[in-house]
């Protein structure tokens, strides 16, 4: 089960009562075999689903071109954010400058000056930053009926694109959804929309209207999506055939089936309202699942567990990585939620594939470089010289180079053919055993994650859990996090155990409050602390002398006063 949301509730009457109920979105995933009758028409159905995103994405490029521009006519505006950039563009070389020396000495070396020269920007341009966006939406209100004339506009044609964009209605309606949810994301965060590649990974949506029961599914009572007995061959117990419909063209409804591993059942209550299909590169092979969002009965009953501090973060500790530390209300010594140490020397195996391709490929290079060069075909030249010319060296210059000399000039510089033949054998081997390893360590750790979540928080009635912005986190630059530090995040995943638990606690009817306190007050005596040592495990308070573990203490200190903050 990946997700919970609540839904807004719906008034009914009962034997002459008023009765709410409520329900939940549920969505359960399922693994896919590869399909049995896929076609170059339903890749196709995928093309067409990138291209009009795409599409969507100039569009709103325009739009907000569009919106700059009369935004632009207030010259407070104008001033404004030319003074913000002048900040950006001042901040971004004094971070140069300090990253030089640094790179000099080898070394994060102290920067004082700089480092006073970067706080001060930045507080400036703190300032600046909120006058802009408020002289922004003065702009608005005062250019309100031209900005809604260009929002229709783009209304407009979105949908004029969603008519030509030759899809299937439910993949359209996909796209949009996903368009109108990135759109509002970028807009707040002050980014424009991507590009995507066409890299074959894509998605077939099915929207039932009105939605289906799963006994009517298993029926094939639905013309769009049907679930049959197992294909022939088919030896998991389990098994069973998904029936979806990809596009409809020309008035003929076009259907592939997949073999499909019903791990768990549906709930009996459940209406099943979206069926998604996604397929995923992994290496040199997809991957295949479904996902059946359904319409569920939510639990009204009331949790009389206790509330719960979760402290998420990453620590190198003896026993291993720590990384989040759970103190339940009323227990004396918290839990901690560890990372296997399986799961981090899989990562560590990454890395070292990862060197070893590295090594090789500059081996190659180097061979490349030292080869005589009299004689060679013409067809070469250009492959071979983006080699030899290039600063840094990848795999597929390589594999082009390859490629080029197996079709043009087989019989020229045989031995130095079968080298470059074989290294490619072996790059693509640890190529793929790493994408694989990246894989299996990705899916083990989030189940580990859920595991514990279930675990430890089960009897929870409320979560609290600090304010700390994962993502800000992730932005930091490189030098400034120490190597060890960016090390573990990347293994440890904190933002990966913070979406997890926050899908249980919607999935469980668990509140969560999000708490924005300082980790500046000793819970024990509420001296004022000292400015600790971040790296620290252990500190001590000079009022009272106690020595505590750090994550502990952020834990009672979210539990000493009643919760506060905002939902999450």
Same mark, same amino acid.
């Given at each position: ?67 700059? %521009? ?59 930053? %909120? ?30 694109? *969603? ?57 094939? !009572? ?72 359904? =319409? ?12 719960? %501090? ?20 009323? /227990? ?22 990862? =060197? ?9 290079? %180097? ?36 490629? /080029? ?44 994650? !859920?595991?514990?979540?279930? *675990? ?49 606690? *919607? ?48 834990? !009672? ?12």
């Amino acid at each position: 089960m990946d997700r919970k949301t609540i839904t807004k509730g719906r008034v009914s009457e009962m034997n002459g009562q008023t009765v709410e109920t409520r329900s939940i979105a549920v969505s359960y995933k399922y693994g896919l075999l590869a399909p049995m009758d896929w076609g170059d028409d339903c890749e196709e159905e995928i093309l067409l689903q990138a291209a009009f995103w795409n599409r969507l994405v100039e569009l709103e490029n325009s739009y907000r071109q569009r919106v700059r %521009a009369v935004e632009c006519e207030d010259p407070n505006v104008v001033r404004l954010e030319t003074e913000r950039l002048a900040l950006v563009s001042e901040r971004e070389r004094l971070n140069v400058k300090r990253n030089g020396e640094r790179q000099a000495a080898r070394s994060k070396i102290a920067t004082p000056a700089i480092d006073r020269q970067i706080a001060d920007v930045s507080s400036q341009l703190k300032g600046v930053a %909120a006058r802009c966006r408020e002289t922004r939406r003065l702009a608005h209100e005062a250019r309100r009926e031209q900005l809604r004339l260009v929002n229709a506009e783009r209304y407009m044609a979105v949908s004029q694109a *969603r008519r030509e964009s030759g899809l299937f209605w439910s993949n359209y309606n996909a796209v949009i959804e996903s368009y109108e949810v990135a759109r509002q994301q970028t807009l707040k965060r002050g980014v424009d929309l991507r590009l995507k590649r066409r890299s074959g990974n894509g998605r077939i949506t099915n929207q039932i209207q009105g939605g289906i029961r799963y006994e009517d599914l298993m029926a094939g !009572r639905h013309s769009q999506v049907r679930i049959g007995p197992p294909p022939p061959g088919m030896r998991n117990k389990r098994g069973a055939s998904l029936t979806m419909t990809v596009h409809r063209r020309g008035g003929i409804r076009r259907n592939v089936t997949w073999p499909i591993i019903l791990h768990r059942p549906l709930p009996a209550d459940a209406i099943i309202k979206v069926v998604v299909v996604h397929r995923r590169r992994r290496s040199d092979r997809w991957i295949w699942s479904a996902v059946f969002v359904c =319409s569920c009965r939510a639990d009204a009953s009331e949790r009389t567990g206790p509330r719960v %501090a979760v402290n998420i973060g990453w620590r190198n500790t003896p026993a291993g990585i720590r990384v989040a530390c759970i103190l339940s209300e009323g /227990d004396i010594s918290p839990q901690y939620v560890m990372l296997p140490n399986q799961l981090a020397q899989g990562v560590q195996l990454c890395d070292k594939e990862t =060197s070893e391709r590295d090594k090789d490929l500059n081996t190659v290079a %180097a061979l490349i470089r030292a080869l005589d060069l009299a004689g060679m075909p013409s067809e070469l030249a250009e492959s071979t010289n983006a080699v030899r010319e290039a600063r840094r060296h990848n795999a597929p210059r390589f594999v082009r180079l390859l490629r /080029d000399w197996r079709e043009f000039a087989p019989n020229w510089r045989p031995a130095d053919l079968e080298m470059l033949d074989d290294w490619a054998r072996r790059d693509r081997r640890r190529w793929h055993n790493r994408e694989e390893r990246r894989a299996w360590v990705s899916d083990a750790r989030e189940y580990h994650y !859920r595991q514990e979540v279930r *675990r430890l928080l089960g009897r929870a009635r409320e979560i609290l859990i600090n304010a700390h912005d994962m993502s800000e986190t992730a932005r930091v630059k490189d030098s400034e996090l120490p190597l060890p530090a960016r090390r573990l995040r990347f293994i440890a995943a904190p933002s990966v155990f913070r979406l997890v638990l926050l899908n249980y606690a *919607r999935k469980t009817g668990i509140r969560v409050t999000v708490v924005e306190r300082p980790h500046d007050t000793c819970v024990f005596c509420g001296g004022q602390l000292a400015p600790p040592d971040r790296a620290a495990l252990w500190w001590k308070c000079d009022t009272c002398g106690c020595l505590f573990d750090q994550d502990e203490h952020y834990c !009672r200190l979210l539990l000493v006063e009643p919760p506060y903050g905002c939902d999450a």
